[in-house]
């Protein structure tokens, strides 16, 4: 991403922004290639990599993108879904964003899946998980209080949800609404009962996997 491979036959072309906070603190930083468009002196920027750990930090490197010099299109790869650059320009419409695939999960333990994932919400549920290869198949009571780790256990008592391990692995880490996949019958049961397990999987930001691999 920041051309020193030696295989990278642009690598020369890729320059590096940073961002620092008023105190001088590294707060962002940004990798960049000026491709030109033809011969009319116009470029594409296309950004290789972006990171910033404030809002601050990400709308001003942003902005250092879209107000180039010289500049008609920037691109960049491999940004979150609810990246804010849509309401961070004056014209949405000037944003075109193409979403894709690019990680795969699948739940194979659901009690240690669950001692590992954080509950934004307090969350008692019992969700029926169906299985084909058996893994995550069985009846799971599902505990938690807000900012804590969920206990998964056995239990032989009726089932809120029923769903597949398909399902339950989109929810493992928030990409998807319990509440949408409840909508479209992939989730069976109260719909109450798919809001609270909405309202405790659901992250902050939406996941994002920013390297291929």
Same mark, same amino acid.
């Given at each position: 991403m920041s051309g020193l491979a030696s295989d990278d036959k642009r690598g020369a072309a890729v320059r590096g922004?940073?961002?620092s906070d008023a105190e001088g603190r590294l707060r962002g930083a940004m990798a960049i290639d000026l491709v030109e468009n033809? %011969?009319?002196?116009?470029f594409t920027l296309k950004i290789r990599h972006l990171a910033a750990v404030t809002a601050e930090a990400l709308a001003a490197l942003w902005h250092f993108a879209l107000s180039h010099d010289l500049v008609d299109t920037v691109t960049a790869d491999l940004r979150p879904v609810d990246d804010p650059l849509p309401w961070?320009?004056?014209?949405?419409?000037?944003?075109?964003q193409t979403v894709h %695939?690019?990680?795969w999960l699948r739940i194979l333990d659901v009690p240690a899946f669950f001692a590992a994932r954080t509950c934004r919400a307090p969350l008692d549920v019992t969700l029926r998980v169906t299985d084909p290869l058996g893994f995550a198949e069985g009846t799971w009571r599902l505990r938690a209080a807000a900012g804590e780790h969920a206990e998964a256990t056995t239990t032989d008592a009726a089932s809120d949800l029923t769903l597949g391990v398909d399902a339950l692995s989109a929810l493992s880490v928030g990409g998807v609404s319990a509440v949408r996949l409840h909508a479209a019958g992939r989730i069976q049961g109260p719909a109450d009962a798919a809001a609270a397990l909405d309202d405790a999987l659901r992250p902050e930001r939406a996941p994002t996997l920013g390297l291929w691999y």
């Open positions: 922004i940073r961002y033809g %011969d009319g002196f116009r961070l320009v004056a014209d949405q419409r000037a944003v075109e %695939d690019h990680g």
